[in-house]
């Protein structure tokens, strides 16, 4: 998909480079088209392909731990232990792995991408300009919401039919208990305590 | 600014300068695996693609539009 949009970009590059040196030529119908073309349509659609490519990349899990703040969260995913609810889904392909952060923390809503990215740009801003975090006292704004659970349990056999989910499937779905904080499933990403945790090591 | 004294083909000099900046900063965000690459691509590559078009239209209204001699 980036090659055919760097070759996009190439052509588009080579034609703008010859109005670039002779911008007489368009004084001619065909080559008023080709600038038109070359100038507007052509660098227009590089910029919707390039906005495509990078929100879809901005989805990868190896670009969430670009980040260093996000480096001990990467490494949580690959904790021994199944009480860890991101290792877990992660290590047993709950979640795409090439998408796991972005599974459970996307806003599933109409607007969510966008304020995802402005939430990261706000993060881009703390780590140049502002001060930087510390990765444990980093927190969701609001608190993580069971809708972002329940986008992909709601429907499973194996949650609906546990009875103890069964008993309280209205508070879940109203937010008003936490799938994380209510002490049932509190073990997330626990980065304060990683140097104490035995770590799964892929089959390569 | 007037428009008249610079003429369209130094408008779609700029332009054309503009749009392939634009675009050789877009192929580097591409290739740059890295947080930044986004910020690079959303606030100069496009941003500079964006001028080039709008330079690029501007010449063409200044073009289309007749000129005071050819008026009278």
Redesign the interface.
Known sequence: M?GI??CQ??L??VL??V??IR??L?SATGWKIV?FIG??VL??L??VG??N??VQ??EQT??CV??HVMIPYGQSLYVDDPKHIPAQHFQNHRVSADMACYSCHADYTIYGPLNDKLQ??KR?YM??VSTPPDPAAIRIPGGFKNAQCLHCHVGARNFEENPVHAAMMDSLKSNQLSCLSSGCHDTAHDIENLSHEKFWKPVQ | MNFSQIG???L??I???L??A???L??V??VW???????L??FI??TL??L??LV??VSLVFAASPSTQSRQ
């Open positions: 980036i949009l760097i970009i190439v588009s590059i703008a480079s109005f670039l911008p007489s368009t600038a100038l507007c660098p227009a590089c910029i390039g906005m490519t990078h990349r901005s190896r670009f670009s980040c990261g740009l881009i780590q140049y | 369209i083909q130094r779609l000099r332009s054309s300068g749009v392939i634009g675009l050789l877009e192929i965000s591409l695996f890295h947080p930044l690459s986004f910020v691509f959303a590559a496009a693609i964006g080039g078009i690029y239209l």
